[in-house]
């Protein structure tokens, strides 16, 4: 099978295209037949170093994919073959995304929503995880409770918005002005030009603010919190500022593979609460040129590699 591996550490240019053995389904797993894979931070962050996640037998790339299932394994009785699913596999240890076959625990996947394409689907798992664990799990988000999204047009943002505003939260989002109009139609009730306004003047008494960027972000969120308030930070624990004396709660979430989550996901896609938005999609023979562009930052949602 075709896929992308890391020949060593460094710049997108490490990343090569390679013919690998097959996988076969273990016990209780499926293999996948990937259509489209998605293209997430971790993904080049990982490359750059490989100090970041747990590496299998041979550095294949990637987790988000979308397919259809090839074969099960001993005792799957969740799935058949010719089901469409997507998934994140066995996160945080490399999968292999990037590939034209992935196997894992059939429950690290759920049935494709219906309504979507492989490249729409393989969108979804690692960043709207993110956002529903973060918001559901960890916050326990409420209606009529104030959310702050940063980077809210990102992968994670602009499902976290739309998660926030689906558990009945009034939703706030920092964003360049060019992407306000978009935020607005995914359910954005309000929004601050992070390059004109700092966020800490222009809003207070949020009850859960999701912190994406890092940096000083966290320790200017605590600014907006009510006392209580809960400041969650993806970009891992050294970017966690100490909470002081006010009752805040901090604290860095890992999203995890999540069948129930999944699934609570695809319900909130066949209702018409959550959509993803494709910033670019590129075969996965130009997986660099995916990583060149994830890197700048200006992305609008996901980019997405087509596969088969």
């Known amino acids: 099978m075709r896929a992308i591996v890391v020949s060593q550490w460094g710049g997108p240019e490490v990343l090569t295209e390679t013919e690998l053995d097959r996988p076969e389904p273990g016990m209780g797993e499926i293999l996948v037949r990937v259509h489209a ?13 490989g100090a970041l ?24 009785t969740v799935f058949q073959p010719g089901d469409e699913v997507f998934g994140l596999p066995r996160f945080p240890v ?10 894992a625990t059939a429950r690290h996947f759920a049935r494709k929503p219906e309504t979507l394409d492989h490249v729409q689907a393989a969108a979804l798992p690692l960043a709207a995880l993110t956002a529903w664990q973060a918001l559901t799990d960890t916050a326990g988000v409420r209606p009529g409770q104030r959310v702050l999204v ?4 990102g992968g994670v943002g602009h499902f976290a918005v739309q998660i ?16 306000h109009e ?3 139609s995914l359910g954005a009730d309000e929004l601050i030009d992070y390059r004109t306004t700092a966020f800490e003047d222009a809003v207070s008494e949020v009850d859960v603010v999701i912190d994406a960027i890092g940096g000083d972000y966290g320790t200017r969120s605590l600014k907006v919190l009510r006392p209580g308030g809960h400041l969650i930070t993806l970009n891992g624990p050294d970017e966690v500022p100490a909470a002081g004396t006010e009752g805040f709660r901090t604290g860095w979430t890992l999203v995890e593979p999540d069948h129930a989550g999944l699934k609570a996901i695809a ?4 209702e018409g609460k959550l959509r993803p938005l494709i910033d670019t999609v590129l075969p996965l023979a130009e997986a660099a040129k995916a990583h060149e562009i994830g890197e700048r930052g200006r992305t609008t949602g996901k980019i997405v590699l087509t596969v088969v």
């Open 53 to 76: 996640i747990p590496w299998g037998p041979v550095p294949a790339v990637g987790w988000d994919v979308s397919g259809t299932v090839e074969a099960v394994g001993p005792g799957v």
């Open 182 to 184: 978009v935020l607005r």
């Open 150 to 153: 940063h980077a809210a047009a």
């Open 94 to 103: 490399q999968a292999g995304g990037y590939a034209e076959y992935v196997t």
């Open 37 to 49: 894979a998605g293209v997430n931070p971790v993904d080049w962050k990982t490359r750059a170093s």
């Open 267 to 270: 319900a909130l896609v066949a």
């Open 164 to 179: 926030a505003k689906a558990l009945g939260a009034y939703v706030i989002g920092t964003a360049s002005a060019a992407k």
